[in-house]
Nanobody, 123 residues
Framework: QVELAESGGGLVQAGGSLRLSCAAS????????MGWFRQAPGKEREFVAA???????SYADSMKGRFTISRDNAKNTVYLQMNSLKPEDTAVYYC?????????????????WGQGTQVTVSS
């Protein structure tokens, strides 16, 4: 079993920044991919970004240039730096992980999920 603990969400004004963190504990895979999804009220969970063991990254088009995903393998932690935030970025952000180095952008490909952290961007 893998446990994921997110932190760093909150309320920010449009144009501001937040940094999310997600620490993994419990069983860890020798190689694994970590990612972020988000879900706004009444909407489906959508891909934000992911990073594999070798630090290859993938972003949703609407996040490119604004969000940066990174990881610290020694700490089993992934980060999401979010800049130039917009009201439409308001959502619960979920950390997720799966074994292997292939990056998937659909939530059903991931095995473990955190509880989520709320990000609210005011206009």
């Amino acid at each position: 079993q893998v446990e994921l603990a997110e932190s760093g969400g909150g309320l920010v004004q449009a144009g501001g920044s937040l940094r999310l963190s997600c620490a993994a504990s419990g069983r860890t895979f020798s190689t694994y991919t970590m990612g972020w999804f988000r879900q706004a009220p009444g909407k489906e969970r959508e891909f934000v970004a992911a990073i594999n063991w070798y630090s290859t990254t993938s972003y949703a088009d609407s996040m490119k240039g604004r969000f940066t995903i990174s990881r610290d393998n020694a700490k089993n932690t992934v980060y999401l730096q979010m800049n130039s935030l917009k009201p439409e970025d308001t959502a619960v952000y979920y950390c997720t992980t799966r074994s292997g180095v292939t990056i998937y952008t659909t939530p059903n490909e991931y095995h473990y999920w955190g509880q989520g952290t709320q990000v609210t961007v005011s206009s």
